[in-house]
């Protein structure tokens, strides 16, 4: 009897293991079928064994209430199917691991989709692999890599396309390690930009260099005359928004004596009345009203 009793403890403690393979595909029916490929199959339904046969689910019985031979044909049921279970998990896990590969794959390969992910890729075409975590980890790089864009930037000899992709790359380089408002040499970025801007003729370079402008800001208070001729008079309604956004950058920038952020901001003031409705619009929604304005103004001196 003493077997019986062993015999029945394993079977449970199989039952067990195999309950946890099997018990989550198997919740609504309240019970988990064993099949075999002989006739009978095996279910654990509240501590009970069902022994039945495919054309018969009679013979519900207890466990203690089964004899030596049939509780180790029960067992050997059980075996077999926690084997070919553990088979099954084996494969798996292999497919899964041959899916993850292709997945990450596939996340390399695939072309991006958002516009954002598109600018940044063309944004890091051409440089290394590493580009950007060796600019946060090797300051020496980092200046290195600023300098070389700065120079290509400036080089009236690169055309008009590298050199505006020099200046976002060079933003890029400078944010990454934390240059919000240092992009080696602001004024001669700036110049640069500008005289691009002059000569390119073709309109999509222009606006480029003009939004690099904007991105880099105004520090040449030189330039603002420029600039409040373009609010004023370009052609290009975004030119013209643009244009006063690069003018907010100079009349807010503290680097810049007040003296000369006065003579801006009296410039501004006067359009903002005298210019026409596209002016005064840009300039308001840049600046607010004159009144407001002048109060700013006035806070400064």
């Keep these: 009897m003493k077997y019986v009793f062993s015999l029945i403890a394993t079977l449970a403690i199989l ?3 195999y309950a946890v393979f099997w018990a989550i595909p198997q919740m609504q029916n309240h019970s988990a079928a064993i099949d075999d490929t002989a006739s009978s199959n095996t279910a654990l339904i509240s501590g009970d064994v069902q022994i039945f046969s495919t054309e018969s689910q009679a013979n519900h019985q207890p466990l203690a209430s089964l004899s030596q031979q049939e509780l180790l044909q029960v067992l050997q049921q059980v075996e077999r199917h926690l084997q070919q279970q553990g088979a099954v998990l084996q494969q ?5 691991q041959q899916l993850q590969t292709t997945l990450n794959e596939l996340q390399q390969n695939t072309a991006p989709t958002s516009h954002y992910e598109k600018e940044y890729a063309e944004l890091l075409q051409g440089m290394p692999e590493n580009f950007e975590s060796r600019l946060k980890s090797d300051p020496q790089y980092a200046e290195q890599m600023r300098y070389e864009l700065f120079t290509q930037a400036t080089d009236v000899n690169q055309t008009d396309q590298q050199r505006v992709k020099a200046v976002q790359q060079l933003i890029f ?4 390690i934390g240059l919000h408002d240092d992009y080696y040499n602001n004024r001669q970025v700036v110049s640069a930009m500008v005289q691009l801007s002059n ?3 073709d309109q999509s370079m222009r606006i480029k260099a003009l939004e690099q402008i904007s991105s880099i800001g105004l520090q040449d208070p030189e330039m603002n005359k420029y600039f409040l001729d373009l609010v004023t008079n370009d052609d290009n309604a975004y030119v013209r928004t643009l244009s006063g956004h690069i003018l907010s950058s100079s009349l807010y920038n503290s680097d810049i004596p007040k003296s000369q952020r ?3 901001g009296d ?4 359009f903002m009345v005298q210019g026409d409705a596209t002016t005064q619009k840009i300039l308001e929604q840049q600046f607010g009203s004159p009144e407001r304005l002048q109060q700013w103004l006035d806070e400064i001196k």
Excluded at 92 to 96: D, P
Excluded at 267 to 270: P, T
């Design 15 to 17: 039952l067990a293991g």
């Design 92 to 96: 798996q896990g292999v497919v899964l």
């Design 173 to 176: 380089a400078s944010h990454s």
């Design 199 to 201: 000569d390119t003729p």
């Design 262 to 264: 006065q003579a801006l």
């Design 267 to 270: 410039d501004i003031k006067a």
